[in-house]
């Protein structure tokens, strides 16, 4: 799954799910009004991203737009992003500067063995939501 905060006048702005080809993307505000809201409701929200996120994938989403990554707010600043449902378990990762959050199972292999090492080598990350240091660009 792929999730973003389309920049708007709201603090947080605005969840968006995006396409697993980054090509389009739809608001959810009726699920999550923002990735803290979603991340804060992870249980019960999850199984309607993840409908809107196969919708998105496969192209039948009625409510699509092209996604621009230009239009949301960065994720990370200098750190990895990462968000854990529940503690100890990466749900959502972000690279330095990215507006995109991932499933972790969607990074490369290389990539998400490097990220898990980082967050077993920092037992302090208890979540909801934490930046990892140290980081690999």
Do not use: N
């Not at 990735?35 to 993840?50: H, M, T």
Request: proline share 9%.
């Amino acid at each position: 799954m792929k999730l973003a905060s389309l920049d708007t006048a709201r603090p947080g702005g605005t969840l968006l799910v995006v396409s697993a080809d980054l090509s389009l993307c739809q608001t959810v505000g009726g699920i999550a009004a923002t990735l803290a809201q979603a991340l804060a409701d992870w249980d019960r929200v999850v199984p309607q991203l993840g409908e809107v996120y196969a919708a998105l994938s496969a192209g039948h989403a009625r409510h699509a737009r092209p996604f621009t990554a230009r239009e949301c707010l960065p994720l990370a600043d200098e750190a990895w992003w990462v968000a854990f449902h529940p503690p100890g378990t990466p749900c959502l990762v972000a690279a330095p500067g990215d507006c995109i959050a991932m499933s972790p199972e969607t990074l490369p292999a290389e990539l998400r063995e490097w990220l898990e090492a980082e967050i077993r080598a920092q037992p302090c990350l208890a979540g909801p939501v934490a930046l990892v240091t140290g980081c690999r660009t």
